[in-house]
T-cell receptor, first 114, second 114 residues
Framework: AQKITQTQPGMFVQEKEAVTLDCTYDTSDPSYGLFWYKQPSSGEMIFLIYQGSYDQQNATEGRYSLNFQKARKSANLVISASQLGDSAMYFCAMRDSGNTPLVFGKGTRLSVIA | NAGVTQTPKFRILKIGQSMTLQCTQDMNHNYMYWYRQDPGMGLKLIYYSVGAGITDKGEVPNGYNVSRSTTEDFPLRLELAAPSQTSVYFC?????????????FGPGTRLTVL
Protein backbone atom coordinates (compact mmCIF):
# COMPACT_ATOMS: atom_id res chain seq x y z
CA ALA A 1 0.00 0.00 0.00
CA GLN A 2 1.08 3.54 -0.66
CA LYS A 3 2.10 5.70 2.27
CA ILE A 4 3.30 9.28 2.56
CA THR A 5 5.01 10.66 5.66
CA GLN A 6 5.64 14.31 6.43
CA THR A 7 7.41 14.53 9.79
CA GLN A 8 7.54 18.32 10.18
CA PRO A 9 4.23 19.68 11.49
CA GLY A 10 5.55 23.24 11.28
CA MET A 11 8.53 25.14 9.91
CA PHE A 12 9.74 28.71 10.12
CA VAL A 13 11.97 30.41 7.56
CA GLN A 14 13.32 33.92 7.20
CA GLU A 15 12.22 35.85 4.14
CA LYS A 16 14.61 35.40 1.17
CA GLU A 17 16.10 32.22 2.67
CA ALA A 18 15.69 28.73 1.22
CA VAL A 19 13.70 26.04 3.04
CA THR A 20 13.33 22.28 2.62
CA LEU A 21 10.10 20.46 3.45
CA ASP A 22 10.55 16.74 4.01
CA CYS A 23 8.52 13.95 2.47
CA THR A 24 9.15 10.22 2.53
CA TYR A 25 7.07 7.65 0.74
CA ASP A 26 6.55 3.93 0.60
CA THR A 27 5.38 1.81 -2.30
CA SER A 28 6.40 -1.49 -3.83
CA ASP A 29 5.41 -0.31 -7.32
CA PRO A 30 8.36 0.83 -9.48
CA SER A 31 6.05 3.23 -11.33
CA TYR A 32 4.82 6.15 -9.29
CA GLY A 33 4.40 9.89 -9.25
CA LEU A 34 5.05 12.34 -6.44
CA PHE A 35 3.19 15.64 -6.15
CA TRP A 36 3.38 18.71 -3.96
CA TYR A 37 0.42 20.97 -3.27
CA LYS A 38 0.19 24.31 -1.47
CA GLN A 39 -2.81 25.22 0.65
CA PRO A 40 -2.83 28.91 1.65
CA SER A 41 -5.07 30.22 4.41
CA SER A 42 -7.82 30.80 1.85
CA GLY A 43 -8.13 27.01 1.65
CA GLU A 44 -7.70 26.06 -1.99
CA MET A 45 -5.31 23.29 -3.05
CA ILE A 46 -2.74 24.53 -5.56
CA PHE A 47 -0.61 22.09 -7.53
CA LEU A 48 3.08 23.02 -7.38
CA ILE A 49 5.34 20.36 -8.80
CA TYR A 50 5.50 16.76 -10.00
CA GLN A 51 8.24 14.11 -10.06
CA GLY A 52 7.93 10.75 -11.80
CA SER A 53 9.78 7.67 -10.59
CA TYR A 54 11.53 7.28 -13.93
CA ASP A 55 12.53 10.91 -14.28
CA GLN A 56 16.30 11.21 -14.45
CA GLN A 57 16.45 14.80 -13.27
CA ASN A 58 14.94 16.53 -10.28
CA ALA A 59 11.84 18.52 -11.15
CA THR A 60 11.93 22.32 -11.00
CA GLU A 61 9.19 24.94 -11.34
CA GLY A 62 10.36 28.48 -10.77
CA ARG A 63 11.39 28.79 -7.11
CA TYR A 64 10.23 25.25 -6.37
CA SER A 65 12.43 22.22 -6.83
CA LEU A 66 12.10 18.64 -5.77
CA ASN A 67 15.06 16.85 -4.21
CA PHE A 68 14.26 13.31 -5.31
CA GLN A 69 16.33 10.55 -3.68
CA LYS A 70 14.89 7.30 -4.94
CA ALA A 71 17.02 4.95 -2.85
CA ARG A 72 15.99 6.78 0.31
CA LYS A 73 12.37 7.06 -0.89
CA SER A 74 12.35 10.76 -0.23
CA ALA A 75 10.92 13.64 -2.27
CA ASN A 76 11.69 16.84 -0.43
CA LEU A 77 10.37 20.19 -1.64
CA VAL A 78 12.87 23.02 -1.75
CA ILE A 79 11.61 26.59 -1.90
CA SER A 80 14.28 29.12 -2.75
CA ALA A 81 14.18 32.82 -1.84
CA SER A 82 11.15 32.47 0.44
CA GLN A 83 8.47 35.12 0.24
CA LEU A 84 5.78 36.10 2.74
CA GLY A 85 3.22 34.68 0.32
CA ASP A 86 4.79 31.24 0.69
CA SER A 87 3.30 30.95 4.18
CA ALA A 88 0.86 28.04 3.83
CA MET A 89 0.30 24.34 4.41
CA TYR A 90 2.24 22.10 2.03
CA PHE A 91 1.13 18.59 1.21
CA CYS A 92 3.11 15.81 -0.37
CA ALA A 93 1.10 13.20 -2.28
CA MET A 94 1.72 10.17 -4.41
CA ARG A 95 0.03 7.84 -6.83
CA ASP A 96 1.40 4.56 -8.11
CA SER A 97 0.37 2.76 -11.28
CA GLY A 98 -2.09 0.51 -9.45
CA ASN A 99 -4.11 3.20 -7.74
CA THR A 100 -6.14 5.99 -9.23
CA PRO A 101 -6.50 8.63 -6.51
CA LEU A 102 -3.70 10.52 -4.82
CA VAL A 103 -2.68 9.59 -1.28
CA PHE A 104 -1.72 12.57 0.87
CA GLY A 105 0.58 13.17 3.80
CA LYS A 106 -0.56 15.17 6.83
CA GLY A 107 1.14 18.32 5.66
CA THR A 108 3.69 20.84 6.91
CA ARG A 109 2.76 24.37 7.89
CA LEU A 110 5.38 26.83 6.64
CA SER A 111 5.60 30.29 8.15
CA VAL A 112 7.79 32.89 6.45
CA ILE A 113 9.07 35.60 8.78
CA ALA A 114 9.94 39.10 7.59
CA ASN B 1 -12.10 27.96 -18.36
CA ALA B 2 -13.41 27.59 -14.80
CA GLY B 3 -11.68 24.29 -13.92
CA VAL B 4 -13.35 22.55 -10.97
CA THR B 5 -16.20 24.42 -9.30
CA GLN B 6 -17.98 23.53 -6.07
CA THR B 7 -21.16 24.81 -4.47
CA PRO B 8 -21.95 25.86 -1.84
CA LYS B 9 -18.82 27.44 -0.33
CA PHE B 10 -20.18 27.23 3.21
CA ARG B 11 -23.07 25.37 4.82
CA ILE B 12 -24.37 24.74 8.31
CA LEU B 13 -26.56 21.67 8.81
CA LYS B 14 -28.48 20.35 11.75
CA ILE B 15 -27.98 16.76 12.84
CA GLY B 16 -30.07 14.45 10.69
CA GLN B 17 -30.50 16.85 7.79
CA SER B 18 -29.47 15.93 4.25
CA MET B 19 -27.71 17.88 1.55
CA THR B 20 -25.90 17.53 -1.75
CA LEU B 21 -22.50 19.07 -2.43
CA GLN B 22 -22.19 19.95 -6.09
CA CYS B 23 -19.03 19.55 -8.18
CA THR B 24 -18.58 20.39 -11.85
CA GLN B 25 -15.49 20.35 -14.05
CA ASP B 26 -15.13 21.77 -17.55
CA MET B 27 -11.79 20.18 -18.46
CA ASN B 28 -13.33 17.03 -19.97
CA HIS B 29 -11.60 14.94 -17.32
CA ASN B 30 -12.62 11.33 -17.00
CA TYR B 31 -11.76 10.94 -13.33
CA MET B 32 -13.29 12.76 -10.41
CA TYR B 33 -12.76 12.49 -6.66
CA TRP B 34 -14.19 13.62 -3.35
CA TYR B 35 -11.90 14.20 -0.37
CA ARG B 36 -12.53 15.50 3.12
CA GLN B 37 -10.06 17.46 5.19
CA ASP B 38 -10.49 17.56 8.93
CA PRO B 39 -8.81 20.38 10.90
CA GLY B 40 -5.03 20.05 10.91
CA MET B 41 -5.11 16.89 8.84
CA GLY B 42 -4.40 15.78 5.31
CA LEU B 43 -6.99 14.78 2.76
CA LYS B 44 -8.88 11.51 2.98
CA LEU B 45 -10.61 10.01 -0.05
CA ILE B 46 -14.36 9.50 0.24
CA TYR B 47 -15.38 8.32 -3.25
CA TYR B 48 -14.07 8.51 -6.76
CA SER B 49 -15.32 7.92 -10.28
CA VAL B 50 -13.50 6.70 -13.37
CA GLY B 51 -16.24 7.75 -15.76
CA ALA B 52 -19.96 8.34 -16.11
CA GLY B 53 -21.89 5.59 -14.34
CA ILE B 54 -18.85 4.18 -12.50
CA THR B 55 -18.01 5.00 -8.90
CA ASP B 56 -15.91 3.39 -6.19
CA LYS B 57 -15.38 3.79 -2.47
CA GLY B 58 -12.36 5.43 -0.97
CA GLU B 59 -10.98 5.35 2.56
CA VAL B 60 -13.94 6.98 4.38
CA PRO B 61 -17.19 6.35 2.42
CA ASN B 62 -19.60 5.76 5.33
CA GLY B 63 -22.38 8.34 5.53
CA TYR B 64 -21.98 9.49 1.92
CA ASN B 65 -23.31 8.60 -1.50
CA VAL B 66 -22.28 9.64 -4.99
CA SER B 67 -23.50 9.38 -8.53
CA ARG B 68 -21.93 10.22 -11.88
CA SER B 69 -24.48 10.62 -14.64
CA THR B 70 -22.36 12.96 -16.80
CA THR B 71 -18.65 13.52 -17.39
CA GLU B 72 -18.88 17.03 -15.94
CA ASP B 73 -20.76 16.48 -12.66
CA PHE B 74 -19.99 14.46 -9.55
CA PRO B 75 -22.33 15.34 -6.65
CA LEU B 76 -21.75 14.09 -3.10
CA ARG B 77 -24.82 13.33 -0.99
CA LEU B 78 -24.97 13.37 2.82
CA GLU B 79 -28.16 11.60 3.90
CA LEU B 80 -28.22 11.97 7.70
CA ALA B 81 -25.73 14.58 8.75
CA ALA B 82 -23.68 13.88 11.88
CA PRO B 83 -21.22 16.13 13.78
CA SER B 84 -18.39 13.82 12.66
CA GLN B 85 -19.03 15.02 9.11
CA THR B 86 -17.99 18.56 9.98
CA SER B 87 -15.10 19.08 7.59
CA VAL B 88 -13.92 20.80 4.44
CA TYR B 89 -14.87 18.87 1.32
CA PHE B 90 -12.79 19.02 -1.83
CA CYS B 91 -13.71 17.80 -5.26
CA UNK B 92 -10.92 17.06 -7.74
CA UNK B 93 -10.51 15.78 -11.27
CA UNK B 94 -7.81 14.33 -13.50
CA UNK B 95 -7.64 13.39 -17.15
CA UNK B 96 -6.41 9.85 -16.70
CA UNK B 97 -5.32 7.26 -14.19
CA UNK B 98 -1.66 7.15 -15.04
CA UNK B 99 0.77 7.87 -12.26
CA UNK B 100 1.78 11.06 -14.07
CA UNK B 101 -1.72 12.55 -14.08
CA UNK B 102 -2.17 15.60 -11.90
CA UNK B 103 -5.34 16.07 -9.89
CA UNK B 104 -6.85 19.56 -9.94
CA PHE B 105 -8.95 20.69 -7.03
CA GLY B 106 -12.02 22.82 -6.55
CA PRO B 107 -12.10 25.59 -3.93
CA GLY B 108 -13.76 23.41 -1.29
CA THR B 109 -17.00 23.43 0.71
CA ARG B 110 -16.81 24.12 4.44
CA LEU B 111 -19.53 22.12 6.18
CA THR B 112 -20.51 22.40 9.83
CA VAL B 113 -22.99 19.98 11.42
CA LEU B 114 -24.52 21.16 14.69
Amino acid sequence: AQKITQTQPGMFVQEKEAVTLDCTYDTSDPSYGLFWYKQPSSGEMIFLIYQGSYDQQNATEGRYSLNFQKARKSANLVISASQLGDSAMYFCAMRDSGNTPLVFGKGTRLSVIA
Amino acid sequence: NAGVTQTPKFRILKIGQSMTLQCTQDMNHNYMYWYRQDPGMGLKLIYYSVGAGITDKGEVPNGYNVSRSTTEDFPLRLELAAPSQTSVYFCASSYGTGFTDTQYFGPGTRLTVL
